[in-house]
């Protein structure tokens, strides 16, 4: 997997071994693995890379904590929003950015399709995100089908990096076999098949697949207080190819129900909403009135239509947005050097604002 870049690049490495044998092995490793298939890759990226890409991580981005009912997490917004940053903020993360283009560069995603077999992937469409486990952090059982979603990833990049990362601290990628369920469906078995402990630069990826993907990672069960630890890692997924992009091809029905399909299946007779009707969006662009307003308080660059738009399909496929530098550079650098945490009552911590780069990453509430 290492060389499919020149020999001085600072993604990932280069590797003596002809790229064909390379693929050859990687494509059988994968089509031979259980539960489901996957590949693990260890130094995937240059090891000094990797240092200064965790560095940036850690001293220039904001982590929320992140709760729902299946998973709990700290982590950045998405790297894809990176895009927006001025050229001042972009300057502060060389060596992430260098990563994030590298991993959806043409030459990387044709190297996935070798060895999955997925078809062709999206280097528009990026997804990705840091994330860091801490002690009473985990990931339940899913599928992780959504969308278009093709591959699924993760580049761990465990804290500390000089111990390397204990089995029993947790934190293990678990994959599950599956069997069929009441309805003839298949779900995942209740104990998983597979444990893959987290190693500093180890690269995992597979396909994802209704019904058959089904993965979890285990409670950590250390701190930050013991040596500074926690499972960081990058995480995202490849999208199938998007309208316009060579090999688009309209999403097929899947034959079987993602996990999140069958979670929301109910005896209830909901009717669904008509195909034909479009999206409640503004039908004209904003007035130079309401511009020239609303640029004294945000970033003129989410004020545009094409950023709107491309935003509206995000929410529409996503359900959510996390906006980058959403405030206007004054009056981010203002408020971002005012704003603190204050404990008003016991038990109740509220934050004002955290801003890691000025102008943006601003991160509300804890």
């Given at each position: 997997?290492?060389?499919?870049t020149?020999?001085?690049?600072?993604?990932?490495?280069?590797?003596?071994?002809p790229?064909?044998?390379?693929?050859?092995?990687?494509?059988?490793?994968?089509?031979?693995?259980?539960?489901?298939?996957?590949?693990?890759?260890?130094?995937?990226?240059?090891?000094?890379?990797?240092?200064?890409?965790?560095?940036?991580?850690?001293?220039?981005?904001?982590?929320?904590?992140?709760?729902?009912?299946?998973?709990?997490?700290?982590?950045?917004?998405?790297?894809?929003?990176?895009?927006?940053?001025?050229?001042?903020?972009?300057?502060?993360?060389?060596?992430?950015?260098?990563?994030?283009?590298?991993l959806?560069?043409?030459?990387?995603?044709?190297?996935?399709?070798?060895?999955?077999?997925?078809?062709?992937?999206?280097?528009?469409?990026?997804?990705?995100?840091?994330?860091?486990?801490?002690?009473?952090?985990?990931?339940?059982?899913?599928?992780?089908?959504?969308?278009?979603?093709?591959?699924?990833?993760?580049?761990?990049?465990?804290?500390?990096?000089?111990?390397?990362?204990?089995?029993?601290?947790?934190?293990?990628?678990?994959?599950?076999?599956?069997?069929?369920?009441?309805?003839?469906?298949?779900?995942?078995?209740?104990?998983?098949s597979?444990?893959?402990?987290?190693?500093?630069?180890?690269?995992?990826?597979?396909?994802?697949?209704?019904?058959?993907?089904?993965?979890?990672?285990?409670?950590?069960?250390?701190?930050?207080?013991?040596?500074?630890?926690?499972?960081?890692?990058?995480?995202?997924?490849?999208?199938?190819?998007?309208?316009?992009?060579?090999?688009?091809?309209?999403?097929?029905?899947?034959?079987?129900?993602?996990?999140?399909?069958?979670?929301?299946?109910?005896?209830?007779?909901?009717?669904?909403?008509?195909?034909?009707?479009?999206?409640?969006?503004?039908?004209?662009?904003?007035?130079?009135?309401?511009?020239?307003?609303?640029?004294?308080?945000?970033?003129?660059?989410?004020?545009?239509?094409r950023t709107?738009?491309?935003?509206?399909?995000?929410?529409?496929d996503?359900?959510?947005?996390?906006?980058?530098?959403?405030?206007?550079?004054?009056?981010?650098?203002?408020?971002?050097?005012?704003?603190?945490?204050?404990?008003?009552?016991?038990?109740?911590?509220?934050r004002?604002?955290?801003?890691?780069?000025?102008?943006?990453?601003?991160?509300?509430?804890?």
């Amino acid at each position: 997997m290492t060389n499919r870049t020149h020999d001085r690049s600072p993604s990932p490495q280069h590797d003596s071994e002809p790229s064909l044998l390379k693929r050859l092995k990687l494509h059988t490793e994968y089509d031979g693995s259980n539960p489901f298939k996957h590949v693990v890759v260890d130094k995937l990226f240059q090891d000094d890379l990797l240092q200064r890409v965790k560095d940036e991580a850690l001293s220039e981005l904001s982590f929320s904590e992140k709760e729902t009912d299946i998973y709990k997490v700290y982590q950045t917004g998405d790297l894809a929003s990176l895009n927006y940053l001025d050229e001042q903020q972009i300057a502060l993360l060389p060596s992430l950015l260098t990563l994030r283009d590298a991993l959806y560069s043409p030459m990387f995603r044709n190297f996935l399709r070798a060895v999955t077999g997925c078809g062709p992937l999206s280097g528009t469409k990026q997804d990705m995100s840091i994330v860091s486990y801490r002690k009473g952090c985990h990931l339940l059982n899913h599928d992780d089908v959504i969308g278009t979603r093709r591959v699924s990833y993760i580049l761990y990049m465990p804290l500390p990096h000089y111990q390397g990362w204990q089995r029993e601290w947790g934190g293990a990628l678990e994959l599950y076999p599956v069997k069929p369920g009441s309805d003839g469906m298949p779900e995942p078995e209740a104990v998983p098949s597979k444990s893959i402990p987290p190693v500093w630069n180890q690269f995992v990826f597979f396909e994802v697949q209704p019904g058959h993907s089904f993965h979890s990672v285990e409670e950590v069960v250390v701190g930050e207080s013991e040596d500074g630890r926690q499972r960081l890692s990058i995480s995202g997924w490849f999208h199938a190819a998007q309208p316009g992009e060579e090999g688009y091809q309209p999403e097929p029905q899947p034959e079987l129900k993602s996990s999140r399909e069958q979670l929301a299946s109910t005896q209830t007779d909901f009717k669904s909403y008509p195909e034909n009707i479009e999206p409640p969006l503004p039908t004209e662009p904003l007035s130079e009135e309401h511009v020239s307003f609303l640029s004294e308080f945000l970033n003129p660059v989410y004020l545009q239509a094409r950023t709107m738009k491309a935003l509206a399909s995000r929410f529409v496929d996503e359900s959510s947005l996390e906006l980058h530098s959403f405030l206007c550079a004054p009056l981010a650098d203002k408020e971002g050097t005012r704003w603190t945490r204050f404990d008003p009552v016991p038990f109740h911590h509220l934050r004002r604002a955290k801003y890691a780069v000025a102008g943006g990453f601003g991160s509300f509430g804890s």
